[in-house]
C-alpha cells in the first residue's frame, strides 16, 4: 500500500489572539473553555478536531471558521 500525503490543517488560532490582542485567560473565559485545551489548539496539537470546540472559539473571537482553519496541501512530488 502506497503512503499518500494528504496534507495538513493549520489552526490559526495564535495569530488571530495576537490581531485582536485578547489573551489566553480572557479567550478561555469567553469561550468557556479550560486554558489547557486552547493551548494544545493554539500549538496545533490537537488529533481531532472538535466542531463544537470551533464554534465556541469562533463566536469569542468573532470570526468565521474561514479566518480560524486553513487547508495545506502537499507538496507535489
Known amino acids: 500500500m502506497i503512503d499518500v500525503e494528504f496534507g495538513t490543517i493549520n489552526i490559526k488560532l495564535e495569530q488571530i ?3 485582536q490582542n485578547i489573551s489566553i485567560n480572557k479567550l478561555a473565559f469567553r469561550a468557556e473553555m479550560q486554558r489547557t485545551q486552547l493551548k494544545a489548539y493554539i500549538k496545533n496539537e490537537v488529533q481531532r478536531i472538535d466542531v463544537s470546540v470551533l464554534a465556541r472559539l469562533c463566536y469569542a473571537l468573532e470570526c ?3 479566518d480560524l482553519i486553513e487547508y495545506i496541501p502537499p507538496e507535489d512530488r
Request: hydrophobic share 35%; glycine share 0%.
Open 17 to 19: 489572539m495576537k490581531k
Open 64 to 66: 468565521s471558521i474561514e
